[in-house]
């Protein structure tokens, strides 16, 4: 596969020259500095449908009980042989809930 040619850092005010992605290595963010990719972690058809359905029945985050749901999360990760399609292991949270999660298992 041919290299693309550099392109500038999409960073306001940064003009390093990158070749990968649209940020220069300093501003890449850790997403995009391959972590796998939601297909690639298993977020497929399936649990795509089961998580909606999850959510259906749970409209309201079940971390703070006021915010709307969404996004299901697995309460045992799935590192951690959490059963990804189990609804006992799942749970509806909103966005804020779910980032504070996410805070606590990746300090
Ligand atoms: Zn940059
Ligand atoms: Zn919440």
Do not use: F
Not at 23 to 44: L, Q, T, V
């Amino acid at each position: 596969m041919p290299t693309r040619p550099p392109r500038e850092c999409l960073h306001p005010r940064c003009h390093e020259l990158t070749t990968e992605g649209n940020y220069c290595e300093k501003h890449r963010s850790p997403y995009e500095k391959g972590r796998p990719s939601a297909h690639d972690r298993g977020y497929d058809w399936h649990w795509y449908k089961v998580s909606k359905r999850y959510r259906m029945k749970h409209p309201v985050c079940e971390a703070c009980n006021s915010a709307p749901t969404e996004c299901t999360d697995h309460i045992i990760p799935l590192v951690e042989g959490g059963d990804k399609y189990a609804e006992e292991n799942l749970q509806a949270l909103c966005v804020p809930c779910h980032n504070a999660k996410t805070r606590r298992e990746n300090p």
